[in-house]
């Protein structure tokens, strides 16, 4: 009965979820799950040398991480390609439907799931990143 589950790759393949469901899209979309957590006063305490230092170990990090995340994605789809997982890659114009899609929804989110100025933010950047990929 299930013909749908929004999973990350990983997930899929530890629980066995591509043996219900052998379909895969490829959007490439997935939650941000970790964050450094410090308080304003504790921010506000370092010297401006040991906000940079904490800024630069965690760009390091998270280029450390995105890496190992992107590699155990694409270990864990082959492993589920090799039993059978059908990957789906949608062409431009179905992944502008998608795009579009997720930005009729972020009312929803805005102001409700995260905070506004947080959300509006993180647009901001999207739109700025996906405008460099475009040139």
Same mark, same amino acid.
Request: glycine share 4%.
């Given at each position: 009965?299930?013909? +749908?589950?929004?999973? %990350?790759?990983?997930? !899929?393949? *530890?629980? @066995?979820?591509?043996?219900? /469901?052998p379909?895969?899209?490829?959007?490439?979309?997935?939650?941000?799950v970790?964050?450094l957590?410090?308080?304003?006063?504790?921010?506000?305490?370092m010297?401006?040398?040991?906000?940079?230092?904490?800024?630069?170990a965690? +760009?390091?990090a998270? %280029?450390?991480?995105? !890496?190992? *995340?992107? @590699?155990?994605?694409?270990? /864990?789809?082959?492993?589920?390609?090799?039993?059978?997982?059908?990957?789906?890659?949608?062409?431009?114009?179905?992944?502008?439907?998608?795009?579009?899609?997720?930005?009729?929804?972020?009312?929803?989110?805005?102001?409700?799931?995260?905070?506004?100025? %947080?959300?509006?933010?993180?647009?901001a950047?999207?739109?700025?990143?996906? /405008?460099?990929?475009?040139?």
């Amino acid at each position: 009965m299930i013909n +749908a589950v929004p999973s %990350t790759p990983y997930f !899929a393949l *530890a629980t @066995q979820i591509y043996n219900s /469901a052998p379909n895969m899209l490829d959007l490439n979309w997935a939650p941000i799950v970790g964050a450094l957590v410090i308080t304003k006063k504790a921010w506000d305490d370092m010297t401006p040398e040991a906000q940079a230092t904490v800024r630069e170990a965690g +760009a390091k990090a998270g %280029t450390q991480i995105r !890496a190992k *995340a992107r @590699q155990e994605v694409d270990e /864990a789809v082959d492993a589920m390609k090799k039993r059978g997982l059908v990957v789906n890659k949608p062409n431009a114009e179905q992944m502008k439907e998608w795009n579009d899609l997720a930005e009729r929804l972020y009312p929803k989110v805005r102001g409700k799931l995260v905070p506004a100025e %947080t959300f509006d933010e993180v647009v901001a950047h999207l739109k700025a990143y996906r /405008a460099s990929k475009a040139k």
